[in-house]
């Protein structure tokens, strides 16, 4: 027999205890303190992502940096259309499409920004404690390890 007898039952339960259900609206905060620290910047947190990897591992696919963010491509490609338009980036030719690449002025903006990212990983640092912001990233950690 299911324990889920009804719909009733079935909505209490998933309002209870679904994973991702908090996981998203975690997301949806967290993503809101960033923003504001680095609204001054002109750069959102997911551009912000972008650029973070592109400057670490670039030239790259941009396949590639769907996969380490978990991204989909249509959200990589909508956002990596902006930061070409602000000069943050270029799209490079290569063998099999194009690779991208961080631009003086993408790299100049990651480090003029790094102090709104860190007032923002503070403050969220803070609202969870810092053994929850430890154990969120060593789970993220893991199952970006698990999922690639």
């Not at 809101?32 to 912000?48: A, C, K, N, T, V």
């Not at 990589?76 to 270029?90: A, H, P, Q, T, Y």
């Amino acid at each position: 027999m299911s324990e889920f007898n009804d719909a009733q039952s079935a909505s209490r339960t998933i309002a209870d205890e679904c994973v991702g259900y908090r996981i998203r609206a975690l997301n949806r905060v967290i993503t809101r303190i960033y923003d504001e620290e680095l609204r001054p910047h002109g750069i959102r947190f997911s551009q912000m992502n972008i650029l973070t990897a592109v400057t670490l591992h670039g030239p790259i696919q941009p396949v590639e940096v769907a996969r380490m963010l978990s991204l989909e491509k249509s959200t990589l490609s909508r956002n990596v259309r902006i930061m070409e338009d602000n000069g943050w980036v270029l799209a490079l030719p290569a063998p099999h499409g194009h690779t991208l690449e961080a631009t003086t002025v993408g790299r100049r903006l990651l480090k003029q920004a790094a102090p709104g990212w860190r007032a923002a990983q503070d403050q969220v640092t803070e609202l969870l404690g810092p053994k929850t912001a430890s154990a969120l990233t060593r789970a993220a950690d893991r199952l970006r390890k698990k999922t690639s």
